[in-house]
Nanobody
Framework: QVQLVESGGGLVQGGGSLRLSCAAS????????MGWFRQAPGKEREFVAA????????YYADSVKGRFTISRDNAKNTGYLQMASLKPEDTAVYYC???????????????WGQGTQVTVSS
């Protein structure tokens, strides 16, 4: 069982940066793939980025590639999403998730955080 708690969301101007954190409970955090997803108002939740358990492999949605960086510190049981060059269309609730498979498919993730709001003003 893994419990996830996101933090770091907030209001930022377009072009700005934010770093989201995802604190995980449990000793087996390093065995899980970690993913970030987001859900904008009136839209379906979508994949943002994923990182393998070791941190050696990453995968990004085309919409954030080159602007967002996913990382993890297994010693701290924490994952991160560094977001730069933010755009108003990045406004959403951001969720971290953990699962056994390195995939953008939401249904493959077993554990989810409660989400953190990111709002980007124009």
């Amino acid at each position: 069982q893994v419990q996830l708690v996101e933090s770091g969301g907030g209001l930022v101007q377009g072009g700005g940066s934010l770093r989201l954190s995802c604190a995980a409970s449990g000793r087996t955090f390093s065995t899980y793939v970690m993913g970030w997803f987001r859900q904008a108002p009136g839209k379906e939740r979508e994949f943002v980025a994923a990182i393998s358990g070791s941190g050696g492999s990453t995968y990004y949605a085309d919409s954030v590639k080159g602007r967002f960086t996913i990382s993890r510190d297994n010693a701290k049981n924490t994952g991160y999403l560094q977001m730069a060059s933010l755009k108003p269309e990045d406004t959403a609730v951001y969720y971290c998730a953990a699962g056994a498979f390195f995939t953008p498919a939401q249904k493959r993730y077993d554990y989810w955080g409660q989400g953190t709001q990111v709002t980007v003003s124009s």
